[in-house]
């Protein structure tokens, strides 16, 4: 026996081979992992607008029901995604007798859209709010 030390040819490629197998295997879950990273910042994105725009619409005691509000969020808010939102609002319940004064149940509902490369992600947001009734209500 001699007392040389070291690899075989045989055990660099099969070393060699292990090595690259495992390489392109944790490249392959690198990449999963950034698209889904990519997909829920876009999701948490037209999440938050849509939670500042649902607030604006529950403050703002002007908008009639039967109304349809659309428009899109500013380029600087989405960082350069394109999202769209339309509002219906509308009476949910109202009082056995109505008449002006006495209060009913709106309801609003947010609808926002983004495309997502070829498809279009939506998702909608309820919420509702009283309103004291005015004569143009009835």
Not at 31 to 59: H, I, K, P
Request: hydrophobic share 40%; net charge positive; with cysteine.
């Amino acid at each position: 026996m001699t007392g040389k030390r070291g690899f075989t040819l045989l055990e660099m490629l099969v070393a060699s081979t292990i090595m690259a197998v495992a390489i392109v295997g944790l490249l392959n879950g690198i990449g999963s992992v950034t698209r889904n990273a990519a997909r829920l910042r876009d999701y948490d994105r037209a999440a938050q607008l849509a939670r500042f725009r649902m607030n604006e619409l529950l403050a703002d005691e002007t908008l009639a029901p039967g109304g349809v509000l659309s428009g899109a969020f500013d380029s600087k808010q989405t960082g350069g995604m394109d999202i769209q939102w339309q509002a219906r609002i509308t009476t949910a319940e109202m009082p056995p007798t109505p008449s002006t004064g006495q209060p009913c149940l709106q309801r609003i509902e947010l609808q926002v859209s983004w495309m997502a490369g070829q498809q279009k992600k939506t998702f909608t947001l309820d919420a509702y709010r009283t309103h004291i009734l005015k004569v143009g209500d009835l």
